[in-house]
């Protein structure tokens, strides 16, 4: 089972934020991480071991609601 990088897609989100580099979090989404935030089962555990006390969860979802667009996961079919 391949597992998420979170503090690496959450850095990713708030780059995008503090930088205004949305098509910067898109590409990255959609072109390089392999494992992206619509994979997320919402099962809240990473909420629970979060040391920021982050709703992960949450966060995954509103990345996927923004940024993700599986149609360019190209990669998809081969990992």
Do not use: T
């Amino acid at each position: 089972m391949r597992m998420f990088n979170i503090p690496l897609i959450i850095s990713m989100r708030n780059e995008a934020s503090m930088f205004d580099a949305e098509d910067k979090i898109r590409y990255e989404i959609n072109h390089l991480i392999r494992k992206p935030p619509s994979d997320c089962i919402k099962c809240k555990k990473c909420n629970d071991v979060c040391p920021q006390h982050l709703e992960v969860a949450e966060i995954l979802g509103e990345i996927k609601n923004n940024y993700e667009d599986i149609s360019l996961q190209w990669w998809r079919e081969y990992v």
